[in-house]
């Protein structure tokens, strides 16, 4: 029997006090659609069916190399983490699931995890290995490289921390594995840019050997950090054409912000997809580096130019092509379940802008060569306020119509620091 968080009833009473607004928003959005030819319900009801995992590391504060500053009432491990994405879940209606990292999550009893998760009406979506970190008692170091090192026993051990991912992924329900190395270099010279790949490979072939029948290897590419010179995995390109390397079960994860400035990752998208190799996302925001800013926070067109990509993919299918959406931020500065809230709002908002595209008039314009009519067939669509759809849509289901607002009142996270215990000073992600 689901146990929620928070209480459903206080949710529904605080959304009793502003449902005559939204009706009154949703029905003025109505009109201004229906004339433009967009049934609104069918937006919504799009909407309702869409969803983006969480990261379990998301759920707890984040930090830099500098420094972490945790709050009180932060979960400190993998159970209270599930709670915490469940009052996200409770309140948003579009995380239902969580996507785990090993060894941060490890457990004794994971088909306990499972039960557990889904008494709070969560499952898991993609599994995160980590070889980039030293665990205590590995006999083996990653310093000089994982899935790339040059000692055979060095990627050996990392092949078997993935396929021990894969095994504890199959106990939660998972069907999917995401792979991500910060493999690489500091120096030129400092290891052989072909032959580092050529091991890759090699070792990365080990892993898709024992994915089960119906799972997927995610590629993660990411061009710099932690190494500062050269990354094995660094682009599309390199992605790309390991994927396609190890076969059919093998597509390529877009991290919004492992990319150069200004990259233009939609089109990046679009060509994966073309391919058959778009994966999935790790969606995020930067203005800089690898910042795990929350989504949509600092270049929110780029997000919705994403989904338009999206939509225009589902328009034309290509095998294989059911992208797991995820988010992967590091919540430095806020509480991290407000900045989940906001962030799935963003990612569910940008993928119901790019809904609203008049697709007709925008390839009509691209055959003509006109040029402004296109771009504006994409601006009348971004700039139009779609929070009424995503409120309804969320109500209907049982979240709140003001997530954050809901949240603030539920007093969930002074309930939690009596709760738990306090988070040591640190550094670093997680
Ligand atoms: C690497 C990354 C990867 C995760 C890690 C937490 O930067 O995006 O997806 O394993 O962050
Ligand atoms: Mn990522």
Redesign the pocket.
């Known amino acids: 029997m689901t146990q929620l968080p928070l209480s459903q009833e206080r949710i529904e009473s605080l959304n009793a006090q502003a449902s005559e607004a939204l009706e009154d928003d949703y029905a003025s959005l109505g009109r201004q659609l229906g004339r433009r030819g967009v049934d609104i319900d069918q937006i919504k009801d799009r909407v309702a069916g869409f969803s983006v995992a969480i990261p379990s590391w998301g759920s707890g504060r984040g930090g830099t190399r500098f420094a972490k500053f945790p709050i009180a009432g932060e979960p400190t491990n993998i159970h209270e983490k599930l709670e915490d994405c469940a009052v996200v879940q409770q309140l948003s209606r579009v995380t239902p699931r969580v996507s785990p990292h090993f060894p941060w999550d490890k457990v004794a009893d994971y088909g306990g995890l499972r039960e557990e998760a889904s008494e709070l009406g969560l499952g898991f979506d993609a599994i995160n290995s980590n070889t980039f970190q030293d665990q205590a008692g590995q006999p083996l170091s990653y310093a000089t490289g994982s899935l790339s090192a040059n000692d055979p026993a060095v990627r050996a051990q990392a092949v078997e921390h993935n396929v021990e991912c894969i095994e504890i992924g199959e106990k939660l329900g998972s069907d999917a594995l995401t792979v991500?190395v910060g493999d690489g270099t500091n120096f030129p010279g400092q290891q052989d840019l072909a032959r580092s790949y050529d091991r890759y490979l090699e070792a990365a072939a080990g892993i898709y050997a024992a994915l089960p029948e119906n799972w997927r290897m995610l590629l993660?590419h990411k061009m710099y950090e932690p190494a500062f010179y050269s990354s094995v995995i660094a682009d599309w390109g390199s992605s790309i054409l390991a994927a396609q390397e190890l076969g059919e079960k093998a597509q390529c994860l877009v991290?919004l912000g492992h990319h150069a400035p200004n990259t233009n990752i939609e089109q990046i998208v679009a060509r994966l997809h073309r391919f058959g190799k778009l994966g999935g996302f790790?969606f995020n925001d930067s203005k800089y580096g690898d910042d795990d800013l929350d989504s949509g926070s600092i270049n929110p067109h780029q997000l919705f130019l994403v989904f338009n990509e999206l939509v225009e993919a589902e328009l034309n299918p290509r095998s294989g092509f059911r992208p797991a959406y995820m988010i992967?931020q590091s919540h430095n500065v806020t509480d991290p379940i407000e900045s989940l809230l906001s962030s799935a709002e963003a990612i569910a908002g940008c993928y119901a802008k790019a809904l609203l595209v008049d697709r007709d008039a925008l390839h009509q314009a691209q055959n003509d060569n006109d040029t402004m009519m296109a771009f504006q067939a994409l601006r009348t669509a971004y700039r139009t306020d779609v929070t009424p759809i995503l409120a309804l849509a969320r109500a209907e289901s049982g979240g709140a119509i003001d997530p954050i607002a809901a949240y603030r009142e539920s007093g969930w996270r002074a309930r939690k620091a009596q709760e738990r215990n306090v988070v040591g000073l640190g550094a670093g992600i997680v």
Do not use: R, T
Request: net charge negative; charged share 60%; aromatic share 20%.
């Open positions: 991500w993660e991290d790790h992967d």
